[in-house]
């Protein structure tokens, strides 16, 4: 090769030049420099023919006159690498001493000469000659070549393999934004080895959507695998729970059915301000926490999958009776009556709602085991003072708030309990302020007509509510 012989007649000339600038004497292997004793260096052996990019060869850097000497410099040629665990450029040599070190080749087709300057000005090298090519055949591959994703953070496994017959390591492992890799076994780090048939598994998975790209990985053997990676487009989001989801309280007219779901409601105002979430609507008006388990996740047939990213809920009061008990104090009961069915209901709120949350929140982890659930709680409705336009006198209103506040407690306990992945958030001090006696109120008082289709949406969010609880919930979802 022209390349290959022009490097030689470049260590020929720069070993000419290095005889032409030192005194004659000193180029000798044991030469007078000066003083009373003789100066003399070598670097044995005076040429090194390697075989392959991996082998290694050991360099003797000797005094073999009397005189002590150091290294001013040392040059090594372009494509060569050494290991010098011994310190032999950094000491002072006495005569008769040597020193080894070692010296490798790290690309094909070089050739240069090893030289060493020293204080004594006898300056030895030796040609060091690299192999021409690889012997047998480069190849390399990543499978699957291409990998489409469902979810951000289900990891999927990648074979590194050398399909030729020759040995490559790897130079650099090249990832585009947008996704990420696990290599417990090392397979792309910097300097990994791979033999003739060898494999080894890596993962990879996206960190944001609408992500695509390669990963590649530039070995020394000119072969550069690579696999295409598709992002999912959208992260899915299932809104469960009953009417605080749902919307109920936020229409102005008739709904649209039986559920009362409404585009105000602050699933809808999450996904609005979401383009990369899309929602799978499932609460319903007057659900429990049964409605849920039978209707909105059943076993066969749930909206919920390992590639669930979000959901969200509201559940329990229903379960407690609580929009029961608000109507039938504010319409029917006496003040006496109302404050037992009220501590009937925090009964059964200590005793009953923890196991019925519980088993809801397992259905939920069991079918959306990668999702991350958002659990909201009800506010408090009432003022801590008096209201003359609530139908409810200040006890009840305390006692009522005080119901609300140990549902909230006990959805709270129960949400922590069920993992990491449930997080809870409090309206209780957002919405305060904005109770139903409220200039401002982001929840709905009593409708009075009981004909009205509208009946219902007494003490339910209004659409200022909604979006309140959509931001309390966009603080996970985004």
Known sequence: MLSRAYNRWLAAAASAVMAFSVPAAALADCTSYGGSGTWGASITPSSQTFSNLNDYKSLSINNIG??????????????????????????????????????????????????????????????????????????????????????????????????????????????????????PNGCVAVGKTYTAGQTCVFWIRPTTYAAEGSFWINTNGGVSPFVFLDAPNFAPYVALGDSYSAGTGTNTGSYADNCRRTTYAYPERVVASRPNVRLTFKACHGAKTTDVLNTQIPTTGSPLNRDTRWVSITIGGNDAGFSNVLKDCAFTYTDAVCLSVIESTKTFIRTSIPWMLRNTYARIKAQAPYATVVVLSYPRLFPSGSCATSLFSTTEMTKLNETADLLREVTRTETAGAGSQFRFKDSTNLFAGHDICSSTEWVRGVVIDPFSFDKDDSFHPNRAGHEAYAGLAREVIN
């Not at 009397?66 to 665990?85: C, E, K, V, Y």
């Not at 240069?112 to 690889?134: I, W």
């Not at 990648?158 to 990420?180: M, R």
């Open 66 to 183: 009397t005189n002590s000497w150091s290294i001013n410099s040392w040059q090594l040629p372009i494509g060569f690498t050494n290991n010098d665990p011994n310190g032999c450029f950094w000491k002072t040599y006495a005569g008769g001493q040597s020193c080894s070190i070692s010296v490798r080749p790290t690309a094909y087709g070089s050739a240069g000469n090893f030289s060493v300057t020293t204080s004594g000005g006898v300056n030895p090298f030796a040609y060091l000659d690299g192999p021409d090519s690889a012997p047998g055949t480069w190849g390399a591959s990543v499978t699957p070549t291409s990998q489409t994703f469902s979810n951000l953070v289900d990891s999927k496994p990648f074979t590194v393999k050398n399909t030729g017959t020759s040995q490559w390591t790897v130079q650099s492992p090249q990832l585009e934004a947008g996704f990420t890799y696990s290599d």
